[in-house]
């Protein structure tokens, strides 16, 4: 599987290159936006609209999901975790169109993400214990564990960033290998069928593929989302224990 190409470098700042993952993010923040600024018009609390209960259900199973993996101290992180839920699940969706390349089959966009939930990990460790008390954290609970901390440490956001990133990506070359050795079998079982117009048809390749993509893109990049943000929750909420637990 390439890499994403290319489209456009702009001349400043020594170029600044254009890829399809940037295009795609682009596109998924004006398709999260268009959708928040629809779906949040004409609120009303005496006669609530289908589109206003189907919101705001939405918007309680997603603070109820924060609550209770994060605890209620912790809600002001739910607008953070609906952003990347929604973010991965339209980057995904967006490279079923055949015409854009899921922002999340590459490495830098899960990357990203990860990096900033680790930065917000730190920052809540810093906060509660103090810049030398994280660092005495990691010589916890005893000093020769020092290294094994630092590694289990920096492996957080690696392993968060390539758990989704593999996942979307190995999907979509498993479809591409299929819809090839489609193509390469409905050629060669049809070249045996006298009618020319008959035997140039890929028919292996009708629905077959469809459905892998179901899986691979919608099911799949749902299942990576969900996983992506109950990871980003555990490690934030840690970072951010209740005052009580503070030291």
């Known amino acids: 599987m390439d ?6 470098t ?3 700042l020594g170029g600044i290159t254009i890829t399809q993952t ?17 779906l949040s018009r004409n609120l009303s609390v005496d006669k609530p609209s289908k589109k206003q209960i189907v919101l705001e259900k939405i918007i309680g199973m997603l603070y109820d999901m924060v609550e209770s993996t994060m605890g209620k101290h912790n809600l002001h992180f739910a607008p953070y975790i609906g952003a990347l839920f929604a973010s991965s699940i339209v980057g995904t969706l967006l490279g079923m169109t055949n015409i854009l390349r899921s922002a999340t089959a590459d490495l830098s966009t899960t ?6 939930t680790t930065a917000l990990t730190w920052y809540g460790g810093i906060r509660n214990n103090g810049f030398g008390g994280w660092l005495k954290g990691f010589t916890e609970p005893v000093a020769v564990m020092t290294p094994m901390n630092i590694v289990s440490e920096l492996a957080n956001p690696i392993s968060m960033s390539f758990r989704h990133f593999g996942n979307i990506a190995g999907g979509s070359v498993l479809t591409t290998l299929i819809y090839s050795a489609l193509a ?3 050629s060669f ?6 009618v020319k117009m008959i035997n140039t048809i890929p028919i292996f390749q009708l629905g077959i593929p469809a459905f892998l993509s179901i899986y691979f ?20 909420g ?6 009580e637990l503070e030291n």
């Open 3 to 8: 890499g994403p190409r290319i489209l456009w």
């Open 10 to 12: 702009i001349p400043i």
């Open 22 to 38: 940037t295009l795609t993010s682009w596109i998924a923040m004006i398709v999260i936006m268009a959708a928040a600024w629809f």
């Open 111 to 116: 990357a990203a993400w990860a990096l900033a």
């Open 184 to 186: 390469a079998l409905s």
């Open 189 to 194: 079982l049809l070249q045996w069928i006298p």
């Open 217 to 236: 893109d919608l099911f799949s990049g749902f299942v990576q989302a969900l996983v992506f943000s109950m990871l980003t929750m555990v490690y934030v």
């Open 238 to 243: 840690g970072a951010f224990p209740p005052k």
